[in-house]
């Protein structure tokens, strides 16, 4: 199944099964943040320290920031220079 699409400034999308691939990724790898970062939100509740969990939640979201950067894009906006400060917070937590 081929899906093509031209954005309102004339941008030309194909969401082919090559393509597809490329946004499938980045939801599953979201999801398991998702998940981590609820089990870590659980053990802070409980008054418990999940050291194993909390690493997961950091590495699944610097992933999924990663991942955004590899949808093709023309010039730097907005969300790309919050995704940069993301990345670097996220390394910071980690170490």
Known sequence: MLIEF????????????????????????????????????????AGKRLGGWTALFLATTFATCVTGFGVPFDHLLPSHKVGIVSLVRAANACG
Do not use: A, F, Q
């Open 6 to 45: 031209t954005d309102p400034k004339g941008g030309h999308y194909d969401l082919g099964p090559d393509n597809l691939d490329l946004h499938r990724r980045p939801r599953c790898v979201e999801l398991g943040g998702i998940g981590s970062g609820l089990v870590v939100l659980v053990g802070l509740l």
